[in-house]
């Protein structure tokens, strides 16, 4: 059965809070808030703690966290804010990692703060190291490290998570690289703005990686990340796209474009459906008129019933 959650950066706290209640109200299964240290993001963690409280059933978790350096995000100190907000939650989170884009404006920004943005296959190579500390460390052992990015002598951490072994533990993967990491130790994977076809070449690849490390395709779940521009007609749905086009300050042609899942309700129960034909499992949704929830709730009045 597909699952279709929600995706919500800001930093308007009131509005924040109004739209989770009502994104649970209305039956969505999963709310994630942004990470980072960007104009238009509060801290990611903090404000997960707030989303445990305000919700009751949906699980929650970053749209995805950052942790290629201690100064990102320390192991033992990221195992410790997911068990919180782990309890916090009644047992609803789920940790959404990523090693970063690319691109040196990106690599400008984090050293801006003093912290190092090594190349992609590094920060790929740590987090998979700090995804092995953190299982360990929610699992009761003792954890020692030596040698790497990280020095740990005989770490432990208390409380463990209720959930067990811990939250389900996803990754963000675009490149064959980062896909990999995916295929050797994530329990989800999530792709960001991409079409169905790009969306099912990659799951192809994957399936052939979790095949070689001896996992069942099957068991991973797959999640695609995209924007929503909802109209009830179809002269209202063009406004709208065109509304979130310059809004978002985007060319005629980008390439986003293309992923936008845009148009009436059916319109967009149909693109979906080509999604789901590719192997998504899982929809993380971004609502093109946030604060307003006109979009959220006639997404669930007149699609959400369609996706079965």
């Known amino acids: 059965m597909l699952s279709v959650g929600v995706q919500t950066w800001s930093t308007d706290v009131t509005a924040l809070r109004r739209y989770w209640a009502a994104a649970e109200q209305l039956g969505y299964d999963r709310l994630t808030y942004g990470d980072g240290l960007w104009a238009w993001t509060h801290d990611g963690w903090t404000m997960l703690g707030a989303l445990a409280a305000t919700t009751s059933t949906v699980r929650i978790g970053p749209a995805v966290t950052y942790a290629f350096d201690v100064a990102s995000h320390h192991p033992s100190w990221l195992a410790k804010r997911a068990v919180t907000v782990d309890h916090l939650s009644g047992g609803r989170l789920d ?42 460390l929610w699992r009761g052992e003792r954890v020692s490290r030596s040698g790497g990015f990280i020095t740990l002598d ?45 969306f099912s070449a990659r799951w192809e690849r994957l399936r052939t990686m979790l095949t070689a490390h001896g996992r069942a395709p099957e068991a991973i779940r797959r999640s695609v990340e995209l924007d929503v521009v909802l109209g009830h007609s179809r002269g ?9 086009r310059v809004g978002r300050g985007l060319a005629p042609g980008d390439p986003l474009l293309v992923t936008v899942l845009a148009g009436t309700a059916d319109v967009v129960a149909e693109s979906i459906a080509r999604y789901q034909s590719a192997g998504v499992t899982d929809l993380m949704l971004g609502f093109a008129d946030f604060p307003a929830t006109t979009m959220l709730e006639g997404f669930a009045e007149r699609a959400l019933p369609h996706l079965g």
């Open 95 to 136: 940790l959404r990692l990523a090693v970063g884009a690319e691109g040196p404006e990106i690599a400008r920004w984090w050293r801006s703060h003093g912290i190092p943005y090594p190349e992609r296959a590094e920060r790929v190579a740590r987090l998979e190291d700090v995804i092995a500390i953190v299982r360990a």
């Open 236 to 244: 209202h749905a063009m406004d709208a796209i065109e509304r979130f």
């Open 154 to 198: 005989d770490a432990s951490l208390e409380p463990r998570p209720l959930q067990q072994p811990g939250p389900p533990i996803w990754v963000a993967a675009m490149s064959p690289t980062t896909l990999g990491l995916a295929a050797r130790v994530a329990d989800g994977w999530e792709a960001s703005y991409v079409t169905a076809a790009g």
